[in-house]
C-alpha cells in the first residue's frame, strides 16, 4: 500500500540546519521527492532521489535514503528565513502515474 | 510562475451547487493532474489525464468527474456539493513521463462551500 508520514511541524533558528524526516511505505517506490508550498503558492519541486541512490546533494540541500527503513530526509544548511514553507515528500512508482504525498512539515525559521 | 494556470482563484458556493475549476498546463505538457488539498487530508490525488484519456484514478468521489480537452486544458466538475468538499483543488502537469516525473502545479482553486 501507499503511505508516506512526515513529523507535522519544525522550527530552526536562522543559520541552523533544518532535517525534514519522512518514510513510506511502498518498496517499489522509482522516485522520491521533495516539494515546498509556501504560503499562497503551489508545490513546486526542490529536488528529487531516484531509489537506487542514497544520498543527492544539491546546493544547501541533501537528501538522504534508507531504503531498509524506507526513511527519506531532507537537510538544508544554513537555512534562511526565506525557507519557511511547508515541506512535502512525495512517491512515485513506475509509470509515474501519480505522486503520493506525506502529509507535510510545516518548517518555521525564526531569525 | 509554474506556467500552469487555474482559474478561478477562489470561489464561494453553498451546499448542493456544482462548480467547475479549470486548469490549462504548461505549453507541451500532455498530463494533468488534479489533487485536493484539506486540512483533515493533506494532499490526495484525485485523477490524472493523459493527452485526453483519463489514466489513473485516485479517491474522487462520484460526485466529481473531470474531463481533457483537445486542446489539453482539463475541467474539475464537482456537483452536489458539501461543506467537506471545501478545499483547494490544485491542478499539476508534467511531460508524457519523464524521466523524473516533476509535476509542476498551479497556484490552486480555493473552493469555500457554504
Known amino acids: 500500500g501507499e503511505d508516506v508520514e512526515q513529523s507535522l511541524f519544525l522550527s530552526v533558528r536562522e543559520g541552523d540546519s533544518s532535517v525534514i524526516n519522512c518514510t513510506y511505505t511502498?518498496?517499489?517506490?522509482?522516485?522520491l521527492y521533495w516539494y515546498k508550498q509556501e504560503p499562497g503558492a503551489g508545490l513546486q519541486l526542490l529536488t528529487y532521489i531516484f531509489s537506487n541512490m542514497d544520498m543527492k546533494q544539491d546546493q544547501r540541500l541533501t537528501v538522504l535514503l534508507n531504503k531498509k527503513d524506507k526513511h527519506l530526509s531532507l537537510r538544508i544548511a544554513d537555512t534562511q528565513t526565506g525557507d519557511s514553507a511547508i515541506y512535502f515528500c512525495?512517491?512515485?512508482?513506475?509509470?509515474?502515474?501519480?505522486?503520493?504525498f506525506g502529509t507535510g512539515t510545516r518548517l518555521l525559521v525564526s531569525p | 510562475d509554474s506556467g500552469v494556470t487555474q482559474t478561478p482563484k477562489h470561489l464561494i458556493t453553498a451546499t448542493g451547487q456544482r462548480v467547475t475549476l479549470r486548469c490549462s498546463p504548461r505549453?507541451?505538457?500532455?498530463?494533468v493532474y488534479w489533487y485536493q488539498q484539506s486540512l483533515d487530508q493533506g494532499l490526495q490525488f484525485l485523477i490524472q489525464?493523459?493527452?485526453?484519456?483519463?489514466?489513473a484514478k485516485g479517491n474522487i468521489l462520484e460526485r466529481f468527474s473531470a474531463q481533457q480537452f483537445p486542446d489539453l486544458h482539463s475541467e474539475l466538475n464537482l456537483s452536489s456539493l458539501e461543506l467537506g468538499d471545501s478545499a483547494l483543488y490544485f491542478c499539476?502537469?508534467?511531460?508524457?513521463?519523464?524521466?523524473?516525473?516533476?509535476?509542476?502545479f498551479g497556484e490552486g482553486s480555493r473552493l469555500t462551500v457554504l
Open positions: 489525464y493523459y493527452n485526453g484519456e483519463e489514466r
Open positions: 511502498d518498496s517499489s517506490s522509482t522516485y
Open positions: 499539476a502537469s508534467s511531460v508524457a513521463q519523464g524521466a523524473t516525473g516533476e509535476l509542476f
Open positions: 512525495a512517491e512515485s512508482m513506475v509509470g509515474f502515474q501519480k505522486l503520493v
Open positions: 505549453s507541451g505538457d500532455l498530463s
